[in-house]
């Protein structure tokens, strides 16, 4: 059974950092890419951030890279989400995803088959 759970949500201030966290079991995690999804109120789920397997290339969105770091630990089978200079607009939910489709669809949430239950981000102004 595969099971996917966040951890580090909550409330900060504009200008302030979250660091996100990722459990992973029931998955072989080195061959799968790790990623982030958010959904903020009224919205579609958008991408993040992704952790190609098994580690070595990382790739975000354009609203926040620089600001955002994606890494993972493969011996925990954990991957993280550190978010820096966070803005009101990055409020939203945060779902921890694995996937082990194609390099060129890792961008794509409906590649992803396997999902956590997501962590609330609330930036206030």
């Known amino acids: 059974q595969v099971q996917l759970a966040e951890s580090g949500g909550g409330l900060v201030q504009a200008g302030g950092s979250l660091r996100l966290a990722c459990s992973v079991s029931?998955?072989?995690?080195?061959?799968?890419?790790m990623g982030w999804f958010r959904q903020a109120p009224g919205k579609e789920r958008e991408f993040v951030a992704v952790?190609?397997?098994?580690?070595?290339?990382?790739y975000y969105s354009d609203s926040v890279k620089g600001r955002f770091t994606i890494s993972r630990d493969n011996a925990k089978k954990m991957h993280y989400l550190q978010m820096n200079s966070l803005k009101p607009e990055d409020t939203a939910i945060y779902y921890c995803?694995?996937?082990?489709?194609?390099?060129?669809?890792?961008?794509?949430?409906?590649?992803?088959?396997?999902w956590g239950q997501g962590t609330q981000v609330t930036v206030s102004s």
């Open positions: 995803a694995s996937s082990a489709a194609a390099l060129s669809a890792i961008r794509e949430s409906e590649m992803y088959p396997y």
């Open positions: 029931g998955l072989p995690f080195t061959n799968y890419h």
């Open positions: 952790s190609r397997r098994p580690g070595s290339n990382t």
